[in-house]
T-cell receptor, first 109, second 116 residues
Framework: GQNIDQPTEMTATEGAIVQINCTYQ??????LFWYQQHAGEAPTFLSY??LDGLEEKGRFSSFLSRSKGYSYLLLKELQMKDSASYLC??????????WGAGTKLIIKP | GAVVSQHPSWVICKSGTSVKIECRSL??????MFWYRQFPKQSLMLMAT?????????EQGVEKDKFLINHASLTLSTLTVTSAHPEDSSFYIC????????????FGPGTRLLVL
């Protein structure tokens, strides 16, 4: 079966760095997406990785290792507004998005 | 770019009535649109996938006669919840994707449905 695993909840301190991991087992791979979802709102697109390596976009970076079925989202200089759920999603061989359950990130002052 | 709108953002209706939710891609042509449902503190659940001009593909367990989807143009898809009941109360979110199958899905802001 297809499976996406990510931690349920993480806590970090304002100003610090946090890494949210995502491991996946899917039938085929056409890219991995990270979305941010604030409570009560719809998801917003953060990043897309299809090749191995690190993609940096401001305070957020996303890493992919296809051979390991592994990705992480790195958030630097954490701000209180970064408190949200972070969703990992993998596009399989049929171009269907397989969603992880999301990681709730709590930022403390 | 890549803006998706949804209307209405909130709906409160009586049990037994039908509710229509619109999803529009404002600055790109959405070959494919997706409808999701999310219950409080739960994951996104894909309900159906619709391609412009063809019938929607529903996920297992989603009643196609209850959740009618129309994707009549490259910028508009509608979801109609027919004969809504309290258990249909949820957060309904659409997303849209351009012509390439591997393109990013962009989400609308969602519609909160409360059925009394």
């Amino acid at each position: 079966g297809q499976n996406i695993d990510q931690p349920t909840e993480m806590t970090a301190t304002e100003g610090a760095i946090v890494q949210i991991n995502c491991t996946y087992q899917t039938s085929g791979f056409n890219g991995l997406f990270w979305y941010q979802q604030h409570a009560g709102e719809a998801p917003t697109f953060l990043s897309y990785n299809v090749l191995d390596g690190l993609e940096e976009k401001g305070r957020f970076s996303s890493f992919l290792s296809r051979s390991k079925g592994y990705s992480y989202l790195l958030l630097k200089e954490l701000q209180m507004k970064d408190s949200a759920s972070y969703l990992c999603a993998v596009m399989d061989s049929n171009y269907q998005l397989i969603w992880g359950a999301g990681t709730k990130l709590i930022i403390k002052p | 770019g890549a803006v998706v709108s949804q209307h209405p953002s909130w709906v409160i209706c009586k049990s037994g009535t039908s509710v229509k939710i619109e999803c529009r891609s404002l600055d790109f042509q959405a070959t494919t649109m997706f409808w999701y449902r999310q219950f409080p503190k739960q994951s996104l659940m894909l309900m159906a996938t619709s391609n412009e001009g063809s019938k929607a593909t529903y996920e297992q367990g989603v009643e196609k006669d209850k959740f009618l989807i129309n994707h009549a143009s490259l910028t508009l898809s509608t979801l109609t919840v027919t004969s809504a009941h309290p258990e249909d109360s949820s957060f309904y979110i659409c997303s849209a994707r351009g012509a390439g199958a591997a393109e990013t899905q962009y989400f609308g802001p969602g519609t909160r449905l409360l059925v009394l």
